[in-house]
């Protein structure tokens, strides 16, 4: 069994930056996609970021170009670097690990769950 969890998360002024982590135990880091998504009150999950069990990565449009996602395997850690934040960057962040070697930017295609970090963004 994977268990994630998350930290990093805060109250930031726009145009403020976060870092968010995510500490994966139980499970074979390395091999794991890893990614994030977030969730605004009233509003779907949605997909902001992903690393491959290879380092590629993938961004929401939304975020390309301000936030980075990186992994470091001997810490069994994911994180996501956050600048410019915007007002509507606020949500809850969740950490999500896909077992699959794949490019996954669903909900569906992952397998395990942090509780998430909530981030507040105000303008």
């Known amino acids: 069994q994977v268990q994630l969890v998350e930290s990093g998360g805060g109250l930031v002024q726009a145009g403020g930056s976060l870092r968010l982590s995510c500490v994966a135990s139980?499970?074979?880091?390395?091999?794991?996609?890893m990614g994030w998504f977030r969730q605004a009150p009233g509003k779907e999950r949605k997909f902001v970021a992903t690393?491959?069990?290879?380092?590629?990565?993938y961004y929401a449009e939304s975020v390309k170009g301000r936030f980075t996602i990186s992994r470091d395997t001997a810490k069994n850690t994911v994180y996501l670097q956050m600048h410019n934040l915007k007002p509507e960057d606020t949500a809850v962040y969740y950490c999500?690990?896909?077992?699959?070697?794949?490019?996954?930017?669903?909900?569906?295609?992952?397998?395990?769950w942090g509780q998430g970090t909530q981030v507040t963004v105000s303008s």
């Open positions: 999500a690990a896909d077992v699959r070697r794949r490019v996954a930017s669903t909900t569906l295609e992952y397998d395990y």
């Open positions: 139980g499970g074979s880091f390395a091999s794991y996609a």
């Open positions: 690393v491959t069990w290879n380092d590629g990565t």
